[in-house]
Nanobody, 122 residues
Framework: VQLQASGGGLVQAGDSLRLSCAAS????????MGWFRQAPGKEREFVTA????????YYADSVKGRFAIGRDNARNTVYLQMNSLKPEDTAVYYC????????????????WGQGTQVTVSS
């Protein structure tokens, strides 16, 4: 599975961004898809994940109520809608794919996209 993330950019606090992650080369609909982020000098941290049929979603406490994950299996794409962005959301955002349990743990993901930079200015 190859993943291509896009949609990052430079925004102001309170703005919104929508990230996309397009998958190819595998049975996309069978994978749980997750978004993680990594700020300079910090470990990669879980943001959100959605199971392969979209029936279960998971969010980090820091983004609950502001971010929303969705997927379109027909387009092999997962989305991350980010609203009310804060400076502390600044990071490189990565999408990942897994068929293993433990979706909040980045070590459980088999495939990763290249990352897209999100910068939120105050």
């Amino acid at each position: 599975v190859q993943l291509q993330a896009s949609g990052g950019g430079l925004v102001q606090a309170g703005d919104s961004l929508r990230l996309s992650c397009a998958a190819s080369g595998g049975s996309f609909s069978r994978y749980t898809m997750g978004w993680f982020r990594q700020a300079p000098g910090k470990e990669r941290e879980f943001v959100t994940a959605i199971t392969w049929i979209g029936s279960n979603t998971y969010y980090a406490d820091s983004v609950k109520g502001r971010f929303a994950i969705g997927r379109d299996n027909a387009r092999n794409t997962v989305y991350l809608q980010m609203n009310s962005l804060k400076p502390e959301d600044t990071a490189v955002y990565y999408c990942g794919a897994t068929r293993l349990p433990g979706v909040t743990d980045y070590t459980r993901y088999n495939y990763w996209g290249q990352g897209t930079q999100v910068t939120v200015s105050s």
